[in-house]
């Protein structure tokens, strides 16, 4: 697996906790965790990582609370629910939530890693692993945070502006709202806060881009819905 993976562990028990990310991290993974609801359910909707574990049975916010919040804001997150209950009401209200994967307690961790891979491969690549990414006359380069054109003009970018695309670029093809750009991108929680500002920075990225507000080709307005990265192919 590759070592830019990191994975979130919110598990309330300190001895199963710790063996989990012993076991992450001599596998190559970063490993964030959390031991309450509460904590977890900050880095759930705030932190950047790929795959979150994630345990039921909390002190503070249920686990189950924290999976909604998270299917809210990150549609897509691969999420595995690692729970002591093993009823198939459990699993089931799990997998209606969006869970991805579901372990039962007590597990091997050779078979907690199998199925962490095994989620992973079917998730699309993040775009930090993406050096560029292809645009109609041109590149984005996330690592240099430009734009470079095929007439050789280059646009540079802001550090805001690189992520807002970086995070259009990895939900291609899919409607993404406000409100999640405002959670995963700007860091702050969506509730009663402005989304003007995602507007504006979208109105600057196509300027930038040199894509047309009236008919944009690169940065779509989905009506009801907010913006999309129209598909196009990775360098």
């Known amino acids: 697996m ?21 076991a992450l991290q001599y596998h190559g993974f970063q490993v ?7 904590t977890g359910l900050k880095k759930a909707t705030n932190c950047d990582y790929d795959l ?3 345990d039921l049975a909390l002190p503070g ?5 924290i999976l909604r919040s998270v299917r809210k804001v990150r549609p897509t997150q691969p999420v595995i629910i690692l729970t002591a209950k093993g009823g198939e009401a459990d699993r089931v209200e799990g997998l209606k939530n969006g869970a991805d994967d579901y372990v ?3 597990f091997s961790i050779k078979e907690l890693l199998a199925r962490v891979e095994a989620v992973l491969r079917r998730c699309p690549a993040r775009p930090s692993d993406m050096n560029e990414v292809c645009i109609p006359g041109g590149v984005v380069d996330f690592e240099r945070r430009e734009l ?10 802001s550090e805001r502006e690189t992520e807002l695309i970086r995070y259009l670029v990895n939900n291609r093809g899919r409607a993404v709202s406000r409100q999640e750009l405002l959670s995963n991108v700007w860091r702050i929680s969506p509730q009663g806060v402005s989304t003007r500002t995602i507007d504006m920075h979208i109105a600057r990225l196509r300027e930038k881009l ?5 008919t944009p080709q690169i940065l779509l307005t989905v009506r009801g819905k907010g913006y999309m990265f129209a598909n196009q192919t990775t360098a």
């Not at 598990?11 to 990310?21: L, P, S």
């Not at 964030?32 to 509460?38: I, N, V």
């Not at 040199?210 to 009236?214: K, T």
């Open 2 to 22: 590759n070592s830019k993976l990191t994975i979130l562990a919110v598990e309330d028990d300190n001895a199963i906790r710790q063996g989990i990310v012993d």
């Open 32 to 38: 964030r965790e959390a031991a309450d609801g509460d």
């Open 52 to 54: 979150l574990l994630l």
């Open 61 to 65: 916010v249920p686990g189950i609370e």
């Open 104 to 106: 039962v307690k007590p």
């Open 148 to 157: 470079r054109f095929d007439d050789r003009q280059r646009a540079e970018l």
């Open 210 to 214: 040199r894509d047309e507000s009236g």
